[in-house]
């Protein structure tokens, strides 16, 4: 089931952030407490779609998204190792496009990073094209046209 999120699954959704995103990250690092910290703002800055077994189920996934202007930002992607393989972060990365659609958004963009060509393959299958590499964020910049 997908679902808005909602503060009570804050604390699921930066468990997942820190175990799954994190160790991947050039820029970020698993004992920075404000960045913690500051996540729960994060979330509250834009859009995010849960992914839960049950209706009232733990998050087993989630998206978080910016639609600004003519531009969709996908901001993070994480699904739990344990429920990899069924379809959660392909379904997720399918309502934030159509938020995107429904918002005029023309384009979605992502960063994934180098550490990551897991991810990386997995954005090219739902059809981002690679722009460039930022080196000094050690990312690669993804785009997806939306019309």
Not at 63 to 89: C, K, N
Request: with cysteine.
């Amino acid at each position: 089931m997908i679902r808005a999120r909602k503060p009570s699954d804050d604390s699921e959704l930066v468990r997942l952030i820190r175990t799954e995103l994190i160790p991947l990250s050039h820029t970020a690092r698993p004992l920075d407490a404000h960045m913690i910290r500051e996540l729960p703002k994060r979330f509250r800055r834009g859009v995010t779609y849960v992914a839960t077994r049950t209706k009232q189920g733990p998050p087993v996934a989630f998206v978080h998204f910016h639609a600004l202007g003519e531009q969709l930002y996908i901001d993070m992607l994480v699904t739990h190792p344990e429920h990899r393989g069924q379809s959660w972060g392909r379904t997720l990365m399918a309502y934030a496009e159509a938020f995107g659609r429904k918002h005029k958004c023309d384009v979605s963009r992502l960063f994934v990073d180098r550490s990551n060509p897991g991810g990386h393959r997995f954005y090219n299958k739902l059809g981002y094209l690679t722009v460039r590499y930022i080196h000094e964020l050690q990312c690669y910049e993804m785009l997806k046209p939306l019309v």
